[in-house]
């Protein structure tokens, strides 16, 4: 059984996708969309596993969706053709309009190898445009392509997931980045992070070891704060609730960690093994509230424990994306006792 081969991939691009060899334009459209084509007659049967693997759940402290999916009839497509993501389920049993420009667009030894399950992933990048990410699942049938929804579903999310995340990285440094804010981190902090346009040090301090970095407008902050690393320290949830609201009481003015809507998990991030929160905080005296994120960790290199943790408060508005670009920011994280072994 085969995600892809490249006879299949050949045959859609040069059939279905690439029509000659002109420049191709810019992918557009909302990072977090996910334009879907498939048959009318289907998409009511589809919703709900999609729903399930690709728009998922985020609480932010109101529900929001991880991505957008929004689905179009085939004859929409010349519209949507350069759209950032884009996804086709197809069965080979269909005669619908979707499913039919897709099958009439395979030899009959792809479609065979569909309906006895060895082709039906079929990712492409850059069919029309330039970072964009198209993807094809196939089936036999309208139960089959369901069960392929749930089982490759992780699949699914990470693929639409990376292309995401390389796609806003991209973004977020390609007109602006304040190297000089940079370089005043490293020069008097054991850090260093990338900084995109219109963020600014809001507030700093090498006696309580911190510095708070933020972006109005809406109001997303990221704050690095570091301690001296004690083997008797047990970095676990308890810990870093209460390092983290301890710090937020001085310049949050009084933020806390709402823990029943908040997780942990242990995760590889960047060369350290690190504990990673994810969920919510609340602000008692001004009673706003918003989602945020928390990756703590040992760096033996410079005897230190990082805390890096960024919240978003955007009242009436989507979060998530704020949110993932404050997590970008912090995946460029370099310690000082790293920079200076290179």
């Known amino acids: 059984m085969s995600y892809f081969k490249p006879t299949l991939i050949i045959s859609l691009v040069i059939v279905l996708l690439v029509a000659g060899c002109s420049l191709k334009p810019n992918s557009s459209g909302n990072l977090d969309e996910v334009i879907v ?3 009318s007659s289907d998409w009511r049967d589809y919703r709900e596993p999609l729903d399930s693997v690709i728009s998922r759940g985020y609480i932010t402290p109101v529900w929001e969706e991880e991505y957008v999916l929004s689905w179009h009839p085939i004859e929409d497509l010349e519209q949507y053709k350069y759209s950032r993501n884009i996804f086709f389920l197809s069965r080979m049993n269909s005669k619908g309009p979707v499913s039919a420009i897709v099958k009439n667009s395979l030899s009959q030894e792809i479609i065979d190898g569909v309906n006895s399950g060895e082709y039906f992933y079929i990712p492409k990048h850059d069919a029309w445009a330039t970072d964009q990410y198209v993807l ?3 089936a036999p049938d309208k139960n089959e392509l369901i069960k392929r929804i749930y089982h490759y579903g992780d699949v699914i999310y ?4 990376k292309s995401y995340y390389k796609r806003f990285m991209d973004e977020l440094y390609k007109h602006y980045e304040n190297k000089e804010l940079e370089e005043y981190l490293v020069d008097h902090f054991p850090f260093k992070v990338r900084i995109p346009s219109d963020y600014f040090i809001a507030t700093e301090s090498g006696e309580h070891r911190y510095v708070w970095i933020r972006r109005l407008d809406p109001d997303r902050s990221l704050m690095v704060h570091w301690i001296p690393w004690d ?12 390092e983290r609201n301890q710090v937020a009481e001085r310049i949050y003015e009084g933020d806390v960690i709402v823990e029943d809507e908040t997780s942990a998990d242990t995760v590889k991030f960047l060369k350290w093994q690190a504990l990673r929160l994810e969920g919510t905080w609340k602000n008692p005296t001004y009673v706003v509230g918003g989602p945020f994120r928390n990756i703590t960790f040992v760096d033996k290199k410079s005897n230190l424990i990082f805390m890096i943790d960024f919240y978003v408060r955007a009242i009436g508005e989507r979060k998530k994306m704020f949110l993932d670009q404050l997590d970008i920011m912090a995946h460029t994280f370099e310690s000082k006792a790293y920079l200076k072994s290179k």
């Open 136 to 138: 094809f699942l196939l």
């Open 158 to 161: 990470d693929d639409f997931e």
């Open 231 to 242: 083997d008797s320290i047990s970095i676990d949830f308890d810990w870093v609730v209460r």
């Open 37 to 39: 084509f498939a048959d």
